[in-house]
């Protein structure tokens, strides 16, 4: 049986139109549609190539392998009909479904994407090539050559940039923003906005 992970469905398409000569002359849609055909169901978490807020659904073709999902998420989930989704939310799901696949948005994710691949390989930061169109990836078996594969350096990296990260977070009063401002003028490490989270200290914003 054959199920799809569908979050990035489009991106994937628009990636199979780009790298493989059979279906270069398809558009994503049609690509998307043909991988769709072929598969048994699906489950989409719909934050990503569905280009909504919330939400996401399982598809499947099986009906009586439906019913036994539904049985399954009143232990998980609640009961279906509780609407865990507004309409508002299944509408923009709906709208987001098919946009996503507009060559014209798919164009712009990518050149988002490969604009910061550049940067990233300007600054001598090893990635995964070729980029994504939603992502980079860095490449941590480069990155961290003192760490074997079996230690999993990609966790290794995951989990020092978080605590740095954080770290960094917590030292964002306005006084040390100001003075980091002062000491690299060209790249000021600026919140852009602040959020109601509360640090340690029991100061109240974090950058996002
Ligand atoms: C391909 C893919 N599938 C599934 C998920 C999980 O989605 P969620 O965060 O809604 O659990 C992600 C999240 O990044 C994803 O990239």
């Known amino acids: 049986m054959l199920f799809l992970d569908a979050a990035r469905f489009a991106e994937n398409a628009c990636l199979v139109t780009q790298h ?3 279906y270069r002359d398809m558009s994503p849609r049609q690509v998307a549609e ?3 055909r072929m598969a048994d169901g699906c489950l989409m978490s719909a934050k990503k190539d569905g280009i909504v807020h919330i939400g996401g659904f399982l598809g499947m073709r099986d009906s009586t392998l439906a019913e036994r999902c539904e049985l399954l998420l009143i232990a998980t ?3 279906p009909t509780y609407g865990g989704l507004a309409g508002r939310d299944l509408d923009m799901i709906a709208r987001g479904l098919t ?8 164009r712009a994710r990518a050149d988002a994407a490969s604009h910061l691949a550049r940067l ?6 090893a990635i995964v090539e ?8 860095l490449n941590a078996g480069r990155l ?6 079996h230690r999993f350096p990609g966790h290794a990296l995951a989990s020092s940039s978080i605590s740095k990260a954080a770290s960094a977070r917590w030292n964002w009063a306005p006084s040390t923003l100001a003075a980091r401002t002062r000491t690299a003028p060209r790249s000021p490490q600026r919140p852009t906005s602040w959020s109601g ?10 950058a996002t």
Request: net charge negative; hydrophobic share 35%.
């Open 130 to 137: 070729p980029p994504g169109l939603h992502a980079l990836y």
């Open 120 to 125: 990233t390989r300007e600054a001598g930061i």
């Open 197 to 206: 989270s509360r640090s340690p200290d029991g100061r109240t914003g974090s």
């Open 99 to 106: 946009e996503v696949t507009e060559p014209c948005s798919l």
């Open 77 to 79: 989930e609640g009961i």
């Open 20 to 22: 493989e000569a059979a």
């Open 34 to 36: 043909q991988a769709f």
């Open 144 to 149: 961290l050559p003192h760490i074997a594969a």
